[in-house]
């Protein structure tokens, strides 16, 4: 496959309190990006960083890159019920413009 | 400014029937994606094109897909004849250059 994983599947965490969701790739990228999908809608671009990055800040989320380990961590501080999403890594390749998916965390923030 | 146009946003049809999902871009976006999201499968993409022209279409599961962009604006996917497997939700997403992609709502396509 030529998707992403990400882990864990599903996460339960209380409002205020951090999330953090891991993405694991298999081939060589050009940059990875993490993306927001609420229930019935669309995926909304969050935050993308190069490979030759290795962690990039955007208000509440922290993402982080180990190009040798070949993953990627985001972050989410303070939480909100807002949150409550699934989140999905999508890795860019050196070559051509497309993405793969991976398969997306559930993240439920309990207010 | 308007996002990526999808319709229908909900398609029940029965098995055999021709299916056609309709997508419009973002002005300007000069790369256009379908993708198909099940549980199963996750999230897969199916073709993409770059200037009306497919690039990369491994993803099409069979010849039973196709697509087309006849121009800028709006680009078809379609299934014929459609199977009960073909069940999901269609996205269409556009960008501009290698930005990140701007997704549509999709397409809740249920084949009887």
């Known amino acids: 496959s030529q998707q992403g994983e990400e882990d864990p599947q599903a996460l339960s965490i209380q409002e205020g309190e951090n999330a953090t969701m891991n993405c694991s790739y298999k081939?060589?990228?050009?940059?990875l990006q993490w993306y927001r999908q609420n229930s019935g809608r669309g995926l909304v671009h969050l935050i993308l960083i190069r490979s030759n990055e290795r962690e990039k800040h955007s208000g509440r989320l922290r993402v982080t890159l180990d190009t040798s380990k070949k993953s990627s961590s985001l972050l989410i501080t303070a939480s909100r019920a807002a949150d409550t999403a699934s989140y999905f890594c999508?890795?860019?390749?050196?070559?051509?413009?497309?993405?793969?998916f991976g398969t997306g965390t559930s993240l439920t923030v309990i207010p | 400014d308007a996002g990526v146009i999808q319709s229908p946003r909900h398609e029940v049809t029965e098995m055999g029937q021709e299916v056609t999902l309709r997508c419009k871009p973002i002005?300007?976006?000069?790369?256009l994606f379908w993708y198909r999201q099940t549980m199963m499968r996750g999230l897969e993409l199916l073709i993409y094109?770059?200037?009306?022209?497919?690039?990369?279409d491994s993803g099409m599961p069979e010849d039973r897909f196709s697509a087309k962009m006849p121009n800028a604006s709006f680009s078809t996917l379609k299934i014929q004849p459609s199977e009960p497997r073909d069940s999901a939700v269609y996205f269409c997403?556009?960008?501009?250059?290698?930005?990140?992609?701007?997704f549509g709502d999709g397409t809740r396509l249920s084949i009887l």
């Open positions: 999508a890795t860019g390749r050196r070559t051509g413009n497309q993405f793969y």
């Open positions: 997403a556009s960008s501009f250059g290698r930005e990140p992609q701007h």
């Open positions: 081939t060589s990228i050009n940059n």
């Open positions: 002005s300007g976006h000069d790369y």
């Open positions: 094109f770059n200037n009306n022209v497919p690039i990369d």
